[in-house]
């Protein structure tokens, strides 16, 4: 008896180590999981596609012109890539911080407004990313590049911080993401990766396409990005285009532009000069025009399900063209 009773005692104690070790992993795997919300994926995709399009474009023009591929530039893409991703960080984070009453109404599943992200340390992860991008930029790229960087953090802080909050005007909000998300960083992708590599300073048709493409498609994010959170947008005085026409109107407002900017790709492709692969550029944007009216198409203006969807439909288009873009 005592055996069997020392057995079980035993089997009772590894219970508990063993469900104490697992009390121990799930604070670490939430935490992760929390940091990994905080830096609002769907946009750091967006800027690691970016870059990596911009420097493969960059390097293929390299190629054109020398038959060996200058590696050294991967060495500095890195570093800048890391930049990118911290004053992304930055930026979202410090949305964070001011807009936690209106996430808990709009997204409340984020870190800060969900209570897994202390506002200290979501401070400090503004603070420590914010502080190490500048720092990549100014040590690493040229004056010019580390102004780009610097100007795109200040649109990004004026957007989010009172008593600024551009964010509560819809043509200043447009404005700061079409600068920082379209114009800023696919130039200044471009010039830093062509400097890098020591070639001379040109704008290829290919390269001013993507950033007027991009440009335009950001103020299409800017509206669209609203459509989930006109709930908390309108009980919180914050203007946008969503909470002032309407879901509906700002939704066929988003496919009206966009429509026009894949109209404006598939032109480009026709028409325009230097441009290397037509067939591509054509039939790739008309496919994507097809599928935008598609999914467009579907929405359903009063189901919060329905916009979400529509809304990530917009980030995969956006997605798309930078995977197109080395090849056109």
């Known amino acids: 008896m005592r ?18 070790g697992a009390a121990a992993e799930q604070p670490k795997s939430s935490m992760l999981n929390a940091l990994y919300k905080f830096t609002r994926p769907h946009t ?15 390097l293929l023009k390299c190629v054109e012109s020398q038959p060996v591929i200058e590696w050294k530039l991967l060495h500095t893409a890195l570093y800048g890539l890391v930049a990118l991703l911290c004053g992304n960080a930055y930026i979202v984070g410090i949305n964070q911080i001011y807009d936690v009453d209106i996430d808990k109404v709009n997204k409340p599943f984020l870190p800060v407004a969900a209570g897994e992200i202390s506002k200290p340390l979501a401070w400090a992860l503004v603070g420590g990313t914010g502080v190490l991008g500048c720092a ?10 580390c102004q780009l960087y610097l100007f795109g953090m200040f649109l990004g ?24 998300r379209g114009l ?12 890098a590599l020591g070639l001379a300073i040109t704008w290829p048709a290919q390269v001013c396409f993507i950033a007027a493409f991009m440009t335009i498609f950001a103020v299409v994010i800017a509206i669209a990005k609203d459509l989930p959170d006109v709930e908390g947008d309108i009980k919180f ?26 109209v404006m790709g598939v032109g480009v492709g026709l028409l325009a000069p230097g441009i290397n692969n037509r067939p591509l550029m054509v039939v790739a944007h008309s496919a994507l025009l097809g599928w935008l009216s598609i999914f467009a198409s579907k929405l359903k203006p009063d189901s919060i399900s329905s916009i979400k969807l529509f809304y990530r439909n917009i980030w995969k288009l956006f997605y798309a063209e930078y995977l197109l873009f080395p090849f056109i």
């Open 44 to 58: 750091i995709r967006g800027t690691i596609l970016a870059s990596c399009a911009c420097v493969t474009r960059v």
């Open 237 to 262: 005085g914050v203007k946008t285009l969503a909470s002032s026409l309407g879901v509906a109107k700002a939704a066929h407002l988003v496919v009206l532009v966009l429509m026009g900017n894949y």
């Open 136 to 145: 990549i930029v100014s040590t690493v790229f040229s004056t010019l590049i």
């Open 3 to 20: 055996r069997q009773g020392g057995s079980q005692d035993r089997r009772s104690a590894l219970s508990l180590s063993a469900n104490d």
């Open 157 to 180: 802080t004026v957007y989010t911080v009172p008593p600024f909050r551009w964010k509560n005007n819809p043509v200043l909000a447009a404005f700061s993401i079409a600068m920082v």
């Open 184 to 195: 800023l960083l696919n130039v200044g992708l471009h010039h830093a990766a062509s400097t």
